[in-house]
């Protein structure tokens, strides 16, 4: 994939990042699901990038109208069958989005259909430290 933008406004200011998310660095924590708290993808499973990538805002309506925002910063996944629990919708455009498997929170990122590739964006999701 080259520089372009892909089917997510940029978003100032996200909580959820940590300080020492670097580009191709591993999550350290479990990846959880922000409505249900479903673990998603567990520790070093995904590596964080830096992309303009565009998604659906989360929508609470059926038949709403669909904005879109870019947002920046996500983790990449090299295999669908990486992830613990994570629903995908059908193609849409050449992109299937992925949605929390429990509770169908999302989108919570996507994948291209011609890649194994997919992208989990950080400001859908929660980073959990194990105590």
Same mark, same amino acid.
């Given at each position: 994939? @080259? +520089?372009?933008?892909? !089917?997510?406004?940029?978003?100032?200011?996200?909580?959820?990042?940590?300080?020492?998310?670097?580009?191709?660095?591993?999550?350290?924590?479990? *990846?959880?699901? $922000? $409505?249900?708290?479903?673990?998603? &993808?567990?520790?070093?499973?995904?590596?964080? *990038?830096?992309?303009?990538?565009?998604? !659906?805002?989360?929508?609470?309506?059926?038949?709403?109208? +669909?904005?879109?925002?870019? %947002? @920046?910063?996500?983790?990449?996944?090299?295999? *669908?069958?990486? /992830? #613990?629990?994570?629903?995908?919708?059908?193609?849409? #455009?050449?992109?299937?989005? &992925?949605?929390?498997?429990?509770?169908? /929170?999302? !989108?919570?990122?996507?994948?291209?259909?011609?890649? $194994?590739? +997919? /992208?989990?964006? %950080?400001?859908? *999701?929660?980073?959990?430290? @194990? +105590?």
């Amino acid at each position: 994939m @080259d +520089s372009q933008v892909i !089917p997510t406004e940029l978003v100032e200011g996200n909580d959820n990042k940590c300080e020492d998310n670097v580009d191709n660095k591993l999550n350290e924590f479990k *990846i959880v699901c $922000k $409505k249900c708290s479903c673990v998603i &993808l567990r520790p070093n499973q995904g590596k964080f *990038i830096t992309r303009k990538i565009e998604l !659906p805002m989360v929508s609470t309506t059926k038949g709403e109208e +669909s904005v879109r925002e870019t %947002l @920046d910063d996500h983790l990449e996944v090299d295999d *669908i069958f990486t /992830y #613990e629990n994570m629903g995908f919708s059908n193609t849409v #455009e050449g992109f299937k989005y &992925l949605v929390c498997a429990e509770c169908e /929170y999302g !989108p919570l990122g996507l994948m291209n259909s011609n890649e $194994k590739k +997919s /992208y989990l964006s %950080l400001d859908r *999701i929660e980073q959990l430290k @194990d +105590s």
